[in-house]
């Protein structure tokens, strides 16, 4: 069974500050996504990595993948307190998504 | 926007019922997943259809089944309903043919079974 290991689950920086999320998964797979929901709400697509070595940025995120070491990162580069959520990873096999448990981001002030 | 709609925002129903929850993917989209997210379980996948014909099952209870239809919408039923069932659903389409095979969530239905 494909198991999808977030961590930390709970971050709470301030602002300015640079962190990484670690998204660790146990089978072979080179379809990782990144997704960010707010409370109460949907889940939006932030980033899809389709190769080992992927690495994509938009704004102040920064997602890469080692396939073969089966972990994805998501880079925060001067937090800002819009980027308060809660992010997911989800990793790809065959047509389905299994998803990680979260990594619930608060940013202070 | 993602283009997919889910009806209805909100549902609250007792122990014992049985519900319908609703999705229509965004246009072209052949695929629907459910999902079921809860405190305790997380974002757990319940079944995928894909034009018209199962593909996957997740952790789907007995008591919950789904189908979808000739325009693609799909439907989620879920009956006997227990406390426990209490959840955000969300519905979820994707293009397979060619994509990234991202999927696009609704809104989601928030049940809450009283």
């Not at chain 2, 996948?45 to 008591?63: C, P, S, T």
């Not at chain 2, 519905?91 to 990234?100: K, L």
Request: proline share 3%; net charge negative; hydrophobic share 35%.
């Amino acid at each position: 069974e494909l198991k999808v290991e977030q961590n930390p689950l709970f971050l709470s920086m301030q602002e300015g500050k640079n962190y990484t999320i670690y998204c660790n998964y146990s089978t072979t797979s080179d379809r990782l996504y990144w997704y960010r929901q707010d409370p109460g709400k949907s889940l939006e697509s932030l980033f899809v990595l389709l190769s080992n070595g992927a690495v994509k940025q938009e704004g102040r995120l920064m997602a890469s993948l080692d396939t073969k070491a089966r972990l994805s990162t998501l880079h925060i580069t001067a937090a800002v307190h819009d980027l308060s959520a809660t992010y997911f990873c989800a990793v790809g096999v065959h047509t389905r998504l299994t998803f990680g448990e979260g990594t619930q981001l608060t940013v202070n002030p | 926007d993602s283009g997919v709609t889910q009806t209805p925002k909100h549902l609250i129903t007792a122990t014992g019922q049985r519900v319908t929850l609703r999705c229509s993917p965004r246009s072209g989209d052949l695929s629907v997943y459910w999902y079921q997210q809860s405190l305790d379980q997380g974002l757990q996948f319940l079944i995928q259809y894909y034009n018209g014909e199962e593909r996957a099952k997740g952790n789907i209870l007995e008591r919950f089944s789904a189908q979808q239809f000739p325009d693609l919408h799909s439907e989620l039923n879920l009956s006997s309903l227990e406390l426990g069932d209490s959840a955000l659903y969300f519905c979820a389409s994707s293009d397979e043919t060619g994509g990234t095979g991202k999927l696009f969530f609704g809104s989601g239905t928030q049940l809450s079974v009283l």
